[in-house]
């Protein structure tokens, strides 16, 4: 993987997307790179990776229906801010019985 510097290096570019996301009707804590998002329930964590131009949009596997539909909102959203940055939407793995 190429490393590509990302606006999101710019702390004022991710406190933009916190507040995007707030205007949005989210919940959301920042922590750095990292945003726990809400709407009713948890709906995903963002983890944001700069340095590769790249982030992660983490599914909460027990408000799944939810988090789906936030992921979309989310993802365009940090792609309306960095449309070259690439979205990974991870999916926690069946629980094994």
Same mark, same amino acid.
Request: charged fraction near 25%.
């Given at each position: 993987m190429?490393?590509?510097?990302? @606006?999101?290096? &710019?702390?004022?570019?991710?406190?933009? %997307?916190?507040?995007?996301?707030?205007? !949005?009707?989210?919940?959301? *804590?920042?922590?750095?790179?990292?945003?726990?998002?809400?709407?009713?329930?948890?709906?995903?964590?963002? @983890?944001?990776? &700069?340095?590769?131009?790249?982030a992660? %949009?983490?599914?909460?596997?027990?408000? !799944?229906?939810?988090?789906? *539909?936030?992921?979309?909102?989310?993802?365009?959203?940090?792609?309306?801010?960095?449309?070259s940055?690439?979205?990974?939407?991870?999916?926690?793995?069946?629980?094994?019985?």
């Amino acid at each position: 993987m190429e490393l590509v510097s990302s @606006v999101f290096d &710019s702390a004022e570019k991710r406190r933009g %997307l916190l507040y995007r996301l707030t205007e !949005m009707c989210f919940k959301v *804590r920042m922590h750095s790179y990292e945003y726990f998002v809400r709407a009713n329930k948890f709906v995903c964590i963002i @983890v944001l990776n &700069s340095l590769w131009n790249a982030a992660r %949009l983490y599914t909460i596997p027990w408000n !799944m229906e939810e988090s789906k *539909r936030a992921i979309n909102t989310v993802s365009a959203t940090i792609q309306g801010i960095d449309p070259s940055i690439k979205i990974a939407v991870i999916e926690p793995a069946a629980k094994e019985n």
